[in-house]
């Protein structure tokens, strides 16, 4: 019904950026919030930001000020720029969204991307 596709990981030098894009494709009315989240090898996977049809937006304490989250509703596309970037981001990223599938009765789906890889060296 749904999919979520992340592009723009990579490797760079600590201090450096990346962009990640992630765009939703498939049958559903709209997009009630995206966000990102990431999981490092043996970790859990935790919160980035996370961004509402608002514009309203919230980010994980440690990259606060380095990162930022956007999004384009009319291509269904979420992006995170991520500067400054420390070899402690290093990561899979994976995209989240909660879509409506129908209003009659209203339901939601949660969908996940298949992550993209961002590996920050020293």
């Known amino acids: 019904q749904v999919q979520l596709v992340e592009s723009g990981g990579g490797l760079v030098q600590a201090g450096g950026s990346l962009r990640l894009s992630c765009a939703a494709s498939?049958?559903?009315?709209?997009?009630?919030?995206m966000g990102w989240y990431r999981q490092a090898p043996g970790r859990q996977r935790d919160l980035v930001a996370d961004?509402?049809?608002?514009?309203?937006?919230n980010y994980a304490d440690s990259v606060k000020g380095r990162f930022t989250i956007s999004r384009d509703s009319a291509k269904n596309t979420v992006y995170l720029q991520m500067s400054s970037l420390k070899p402690e981001d290093t990561a899979v990223y994976y995209c989240?969204?909660?879509?409506?599938?129908?209003?009659?009765?209203?339901?939601?789906?949660?969908?996940w991307g298949q992550g993209t890889l961002a590996t920050v060296s020293s």
């Open positions: 498939g049958s559903f009315f709209r997009i009630n919030a």
């Open positions: 961004i509402t049809s608002d514009g309203s937006s």
């Open positions: 989240n969204a909660r879509v409506v599938l129908s209003t009659t009765p209203l339901r939601f789906l949660e969908v």
